[in-house]
């Protein structure tokens, strides 16, 4: 396999075997149907030119192709086992060759030959983001545009993967979802959240009880309203989903309500801009404090990512700590956080729901504000049970389910 030399050329991968759409501000490549091959190859100063059935070309650099041979991973963990440090960045194959619709490559360090076949390269090529199915387009919502939460079945996503699939997908989308049914016991919200991935331990416990109680250290422990907010902003990582089990609930009143963060911080974009940019700028100070603890963290309320979407609503107005800006920025931070309180309170938001014993909520705490009316402790028992779950266990379950339905649907 001798190394023919080529000239350096513009390339462009198989775009025709894909559809490109964005989710949650990301450009991914959907994979529609694989009957590309590959055709031909040429090799330049630094990469690897290959040609495919369509007449596209695909740059494949060479430290790359070296860094990712699929056959460097560890049989059993899937894990890298190539260290990038011994080989030079300016890397040149020793021999390659197209055969059974693959790249083979020789490199001096590997005794091994390098397999590189069309269905890896068409989905790593470089410049397109590996398709994922947790990463679902976000569908914001008003109390009008949702004027019910979806409501999902604890056994039978619990007997069902297809099922518990199409919650967590309900839940990815919306960032809200109910299920109904689950049995009368009182760990029944926390074996079900078992199905999906580990709690997070936070200074309240792995478990916290939503009781009104003598000497509270949160206004959730007790029975007064509670305004919209999101869960811990005074934390370095604001918590992902939070889960709240109604486990005993004939009390009078305290009807929960929900609202779309990210609805709000769409709107404010249109309408407001400078305000929005104020609140992704101003860092403001939160904390909770008693007579264990004293967490203190500076987050801005709004955030995005790095692909320019929302990501983070942190909101809690009852843990705003003092706030520390400079004075000149104090009046206009004073300004806006008044106007946002305001419409974050604006009914058009509000979705509310009565969470019946045996029902359990489960939403994204970085995107949706959560509060309640208040109710009467002697009219009633009204006990709640909730836990958090970060983003990652459900996007990870999201992914493995999906494999599994995939597999099981082409046996």
């Known amino acids: 396999?001798?190394?023919?030399?080529?000239?350096?050329?513009?390339?462009?991968?198989?775009?025709?075997?894909?559809?490109?759409?964005?989710?949650?501000g990301v450009k991914a490549i959907c994979l529609n149907s694989i009957h590309m091959h590959l055709t031909e190859i040429?090799?330049?100063?630094?990469?690897?030119f290959v040609s495919w059935?369509?007449?596209?070309?695909?740059?494949?650099?060479?430290?790359?192709?070296?860094?990712?041979?699929?056959?460097?991973?560890?049989?059993?963990?899937?894990?890298?086992?190539?260290?990038l440090s011994t080989v030079s960045i300016g890397i040149?194959?020793?021999?390659?060759?197209?055969?059974?619709?693959?790249?083979?490559?020789r490199w001096k360090d590997k005794a091994e030959e390098s397999v590189y076949t069309s269905q890896w390269l068409i989905s790593h090529q470089p410049g397109r983001v590996r398709q994922d199915p947790a990463n679902l387009r976000r569908e914001l919502w008003t109390a009008g545009t949702l004027p019910e939460i979806p409501r999902f079945d604890a056994s039978s996503c619990t007997e069902s993967a297809d099922l518990l699939y199409e919650a967590l997908l309900?839940?990815?989308?919306?960032?809200?979802?109910?299920?109904?049914?689950?049995?009368?016991?009182?760990?029944?919200?926390?074996?079900?959240?078992?199905?999906?991935?580990?709690?997070?331990?936070?200074n309240f416990g792995v478990m916290f009880e939503v009781i009104s109680k003598p000497d509270p250290n949160n206004l959730?422990?007790?029975?007064?309203?509670?305004?919209?907010?999101?869960?811990?902003?005074?934390?370095?990582?604001?918590?992902g989903y939070q889960f709240l089990h109604s486990y005993r609930n004939n009390a009078d009143g305290g009807e929960s309500i929900f609202a779309d963060g990210f609805r709000i911080c769409v709107d404010l974009e249109k309408e407001e801009p400078g305000n929005l940019d104020l609140l992704m700028h101003a860092s403001v100070p939160w904390r909770f404090h008693d007579d264990n603890c004293d967490i203190r963290y500076h987050q801005p309320i709004i955030s995005q990512n790095p692909n320019g979407e929302f990501d983070c609503f942190a909101f809690n107005a009852h843990i705003a700590d003092v706030p520390d800006m400079e004075t000149e920025v104090l009046y206009d931070f004073y300004a806006v956080y008044r106007n946002l309180m305001k419409r974050v309170r604006d009914p058009r938001y509000s979705l509310r729901h009565a969470?019946?014993?045996?029902?359990?909520?489960?939403?994204?705490?970085?995107?949706?504000?959560?509060?309640?009316a208040a109710f009467d402790p002697a009219s009633g028992h009204r006990h709640y049970r909730g836990y958090y779950i970060e983003h990652n266990e459900v996007d990870s379950l999201i992914r493995v389910l999906s494999r599994e339905l995939d597999s099981n649907a082409n046996e």
């Open 42 to 48: 040429e090799c330049g100063e630094r990469a690897f």
């Open 220 to 239: 959730a422990f007790t029975s007064l309203a509670l305004p919209l907010h999101t869960d811990l902003p005074n934390q370095a990582v604001v918590p």
């Open 92 to 105: 040149q194959p020793q021999a390659y060759e197209l055969a059974n619709d693959a790249l083979l490559v």
């Open 170 to 202: 309900a839940v990815k989308r919306l960032g809200l979802i109910v299920f109904d049914g689950l049995g009368d016991r009182r760990s029944a919200g926390e074996d079900f959240g078992d199905l999906i991935g580990f709690n997070r331990r936070t």
């Open 355 to 372: 969470l019946l014993p045996g029902q359990m909520v489960m939403f994204d705490n970085r995107r949706v504000l959560h509060g309640r």
């Open 53 to 83: 059935t369509d007449h596209s070309v695909t740059e494949l650099p060479f430290i790359w192709l070296r860094d990712n041979a699929p056959g460097d991973l560890h049989p059993d963990t899937r894990e890298r086992v190539f260290d």
């Open 1 to 24: 396999m001798p190394v023919s030399r080529g000239s350096e050329k513009d390339s462009a991968g198989p775009v025709s075997e894909y559809t490109a759409e964005t989710h949650c």
